[in-house]
């Protein structure tokens, strides 16, 4: 435009032929002057005034980083943030009080905050409280109960729930309720279909665990995991995370199986249920592949519940405020400067032991042994 108008043509010729307004050649025309092309400044300014009008002066702004240090050394309160130095600037008297957002923005400009930012952590590896799994060289088996689900004319149904760590490897009984007979039932047609995982990892639910109310009570899913020589894990109670899978599982199961459809029986439910699954299983057979080796299910192999457990049970728990760990109903004293912390309790019923590891999320390949405490089970008749 500048070179067209130097060359002779008119700003009515020159805004018509680049489609500006007049004022718009008229303005460029006047940023040109008449300077050489290359050495004009063409970047758009900053429009309004140089200095706005609401910004607070220098003199407040020094004071206001003058009364944090004098708060910071002298406060009886030990308080020196933006409510503490504005309260002091009213005080003092001063006039047109700056706001707590604005004292905050000017501690933040002059870089007089203390910079205490929260630092994001990477996420541990998927099973890292079990050092085998989290290595991948074990496969795990969560499972869970959905409860609470009702059809339409009062039929109460509740869903056995099953999925792996690695290979997410998914299963689903729907039943009227579950009971830890079920549970066993469908444990092993599982297992013997798909084979042994090295774990299953259960919630403290007294159809996994077994009856709370007496101390030294292995339940039926605890025995049949033990029998088959798969380690039973219980996670701490009331704790996120360690149920995760099984969790996203429960709630896509109901997501696009329950309330996805309406059901008429119970036998439509897991019909339903079963497609499901089998979808499941299909889209996530090559992971199911690549999963650690399973072991076969024993061949003529019957469940003896009054054989007296041997193996391993874990116990993932939380310590008191006095270091010690609820295990099978006993308080176990464990480390007085470990309270409130995560711990693993191997409960070995072989060596008649238990061995309790310290578990931090920031550091999880660091275990160490915190104490072993000796541990005989009562060996008595299982009640069938």
Same mark, same amino acid.
């Given at each position: 435009?500048?070179?067209?108008?130097?060359?002779?043509?008119?700003?009515?010729?020159?805004?018509?032929?680049?489609?500006?307004?007049?004022?718009?050649?008229?303005?460029?025309?006047?940023?040109? !002057?008449?300077?050489? +092309?290359?050495?004009?400044?063409?970047?758009?300014?900053?429009? !309004?005034?140089?200095?706005?009008?609401?910004?607070?002066?220098?003199?407040?702004?020094?004071?206001?980083?003058?009364?944090?240090? #004098?708060?910071? #050394?002298?406060?009886?309160?030990?308080?020196?943030?933006?409510?503490?130095?504005?309260?002091?600037?009213?005080?003092?008297?001063?006039?047109?009080?700056?706001?707590?957002?604005?004292?905050?923005?000017?501690?933040?400009?002059?870089?007089?905050?203390?910079?205490?930012?929260?630092?994001?952590?990477?996420?541990?590896?998927?099973?890292?409280?079990?050092?085998?799994?989290?290595?991948?060289?074990?496969?795990?088996?969560?499972?869970?109960?959905?409860?609470?689900?009702?059809?339409?004319?009062?039929?109460?149904?509740?869903?056995?729930?099953?999925?792996?760590?690695?290979?997410?490897?998914?299963?689903?009984?729907?039943?009227?309720?579950?009971?830890?007979?079920?549970?066993?039932?469908?444990?092993?047609?599982?297992?013997?279909?798909?084979?042994?995982?090295?774990?299953?990892?259960?919630?403290?639910?007294?159809?996994?665990?077994?009856?709370?109310?007496?101390?030294?009570?292995?339940?039926?899913?605890?025995?049949?995991?033990?029998?088959?020589?798969?380690?039973?894990?219980? @996670?701490?109670?009331?704790?996120?995370?360690?149920?995760?899978?099984?969790?996203?599982?429960?709630?896509?199961?109901?997501?696009?199986?329950?309330?996805?459809? @309406?059901?008429?029986?119970?036998?439509?439910?897991?019909?339903?249920?079963?497609?499901?699954?089998?979808?499941?299983?299909?889209?996530?057979?090559?992971?199911? #592949?690549?999963?650690?080796?399973?072991?076969?299910?024993?061949?003529?192999?019957?469940?003896?519940?009054?054989?007296?457990?041997? !193996?391993?049970?874990?116990?993932?728990?939380?310590?008191?405020?006095?270091?010690?760990?609820?295990?099978? !109903?006993?308080?176990?004293?464990?480390?007085?400067?470990?309270?409130?912390?995560?711990?693993?309790? #191997?409960?070995?019923?072989?060596?008649?032991?238990?061995?309790?590891?310290? +578990?931090?999320?920031?550091?999880? @390949?660091?275990?160490?042994?915190?104490?072993?405490?000796?541990?005989?089970?009562?060996?008595?008749?299982?009640?069938?």
């Amino acid at each position: 435009m500048i070179s067209d108008l130097r060359r002779g043509d008119s700003i009515h010729a020159v805004a018509r032929r680049y489609g500006v307004a007049r004022s718009t050649v008229r303005y460029w025309s006047r940023r040109a !002057g008449v300077d050489r +092309l290359d050495r004009v400044d063409w970047s758009d300014g900053v429009r !309004g005034p140089r200095r706005p009008a609401n910004k607070t002066s220098s003199p407040v702004e020094d004071r206001v980083l003058h009364l944090r240090r #004098e708060l910071k #050394e002298t406060s009886a309160l030990g308080e020196f943030g933006a409510a503490a130095i504005r309260s002091e600037l009213e005080r003092h008297g001063v006039e047109s009080l700056p706001s707590l957002r604005t004292i905050g923005r000017i501690l933040e400009r002059r870089g007089a905050l203390d910079g205490r930012k929260r630092i994001r952590r990477s996420p541990p590896p998927r099973g890292w409280y079990l050092p085998e799994a989290a290595a991948g060289r074990a496969e795990l088996d969560s499972l869970d109960i959905i409860e609470g689900l009702v059809i339409q004319g009062g039929c109460d149904v509740e869903v056995l729930t099953a999925t792996s760590l690695h290979g997410g490897l998914v299963a689903a009984w729907v039943r009227c309720g579950i009971t830890a007979k079920i549970a066993v039932n469908a444990l092993q047609e599982h297992w013997r279909r798909f084979g042994l995982p090295a774990y299953a990892q259960f919630d403290n639910d007294t159809v996994f665990q077994g009856a709370h109310q007496h101390p030294d009570s292995i339940g039926r899913v605890s025995r049949l995991c033990l029998a088959l020589g798969v380690i039973p894990v219980f @996670t701490p109670p009331q704790e996120t995370g360690f149920q995760a899978a099984i969790e996203n599982f429960n709630g896509r199961w109901q997501a696009k199986v329950w309330t996805r459809f @309406t059901h008429a029986s119970r036998q439509a439910l897991q019909a339903q249920s079963a497609k499901f699954i089998t979808a499941g299983r299909r889209r996530a057979a090559a992971r199911i #592949e690549q999963a650690p080796q399973r072991q076969p299910f024993p061949e003529d192999w019957k469940l003896n519940l009054q054989k007296p457990p041997q !193996g391993c049970v874990i116990f993932l728990r939380r310590t008191s405020e006095k270091g010690e760990a609820t295990v099978l !109903g006993h308080a176990f004293p464990v480390d007085p400067h470990w309270a409130h912390r995560l711990v693993r309790a #191997e409960v070995d019923l072989t060596n008649t032991c238990i061995r309790f590891h310290a +578990l931090r999320r920031r550091d999880p @390949t660091c275990q160490p042994l915190l104490k072993e405490i000796p541990y005989e089970f009562p060996q008595r008749k299982f009640y069938e």
